[in-house]
């Protein structure tokens, strides 16, 4: 679970690994995402990845946050989850809160080992402050790879 919470929150794509990613947001979240950035890419299963988003930030990120992550296969929704992002965040390099001087969240998580290799899952994740204004929403493409 704090794999597909990293991905979104603080996930996902650096150096060669530009990806798909886009924002599924508006004009009025309040982190407006300039890129997302992942190494090693692709992910390696079993391994440790560094995500990193960077951005403009309107509003400070408060205790309280919550970031809901899914992945769909061919339309098929195969993990849903909403997590604490602040929580997510504890061990990173810019824990909560995250004042809007910030302009990149980095975090190193594991990927689980039952994260399937070579399938391309569609990542949506959805970001909300603990007053429940939208952050952000990012969704794209991903494949792990063994």
């Known amino acids: ?15 060669s690994a530009s990806a798909a990613f886009s924002s ?14 992942y190494l090693p890419n692709p992910p390696k299963v079993g391994k440790d990845v560094c995500i990193t988003l960077n951005g403009a930030l309107t509003t400070a990120v408060t205790q ?11 339309g098929i929704n195969v ?3 909403t997590a604490d992002l602040c929580t997510g965040l504890a ?7 995250i004042a809007t001087t910030v302009t990149s969240v980095t975090d190193c998580v594991s990927v689980p080992s039952n994260v399937p290799a070579g399938i391309s ?5 959805v970001v909300t402050n603990a007053d429940a204004k939208r952050l952000f929403c990012i969704s794209g493409p991903l494949t792990f790879s063994n």
């Open 91 to 97: 061990n990173s390099t810019t824990p909560c809160p």
């Open 121 to 125: 899952l569609t990542l949506k994740a």
């Open 24 to 37: 599924c947001g508006s004009s009025t979240d309040e982190f407006h995402l300039s890129s997302v950035t």
């Open 1 to 15: 679970m704090k794999f597909f919470t990293a991905v979104i929150a603080a996930v996902a794509l650096a150096s």
């Open 64 to 74: 309280g946050a919550s970031i809901h992550v899914t992945a769909t296969f061919l």
């Open 79 to 81: 993990y849903d989850s």
